[in-house]
């Protein structure tokens, strides 16, 4: 259990700095498509930074 939970930890440091653009990528995706707008991740890559 405690080698299970080591490796859920370090998965989260290892995706701390992706996880909002996976799961906002996705969301912005969906309802790009569904009001017919161009799809916001097709642009230059992370707007943030």
């Not at 909002?20 to 992370?46: F, K, M, Y």
């Amino acid at each position: 259990m405690r080698e299970a939970q080591l490796a859920a930890r370090d998965d989260a440091a290892r995706f701390v700095n992706d996880k909002w653009e996976t799961v906002l990528g996705e969301v912005s995706a969906g309802i790009a498509l569904h009001l017919n707008l161009p799809d916001p991740n097709a642009g230059t890559g992370r707007q943030h930074e």
